[in-house]
């Protein structure tokens, strides 16, 4: 839906009636932020189900002689609670 354009009368969007939690988790690299960020979802995914989303928080550095040596990323990642059934 672009903005500005009205749906018509009884169309509101859908929404999701998720709930998720949200837990912290740090991915590094020395190959730069993206692959940090990737590392820490591939390792989150072995654990937990259904992740949905991540934001990333912090992201620092360490430096070896004047240079960028590795990465580290901070990430709220989002993950779907289970319906009980």
């Given at each position: 839906?672009?903005?500005?354009?009205?749906?018509?009368?009884g169309?509101?969007?859908?929404?999701?009636?998720?709930t998720?939690?949200?837990?912290?988790?740090?991915?590094?690299?020395?190959?730069?932020?993206d692959?940090?960020?990737?590392?820490?979802?591939?390792?989150?995914?072995?654990?937990?189900?259904?992740?949905?989303?991540?934001?990333?928080t912090?992201?620092?550095?360490?430096i070896?002689?004047?240079?960028?040596?590795?990465?580290?990323?901070?990430?709220?990642l989002?993950?779907?609670?289970?319906?009980?059934?």
């Amino acid at each position: 839906m672009t903005q500005g354009t009205p749906l018509p009368r009884g169309r509101e969007p859908r929404m999701s009636n998720h709930t998720y939690r949200v837990t912290e988790v740090v991915g590094t690299s020395p190959d730069g932020v993206d692959q940090a960020v990737r590392n820490a979802i591939t390792r989150a995914s072995q654990t937990l189900r259904k992740l949905d989303w991540f934001e990333v928080t912090q992201v620092r550095g360490q430096i070896e002689d004047g240079q960028v040596a590795h990465w580290q990323v901070g990430l709220k990642l989002g993950f779907r609670l289970e319906e009980s059934d």
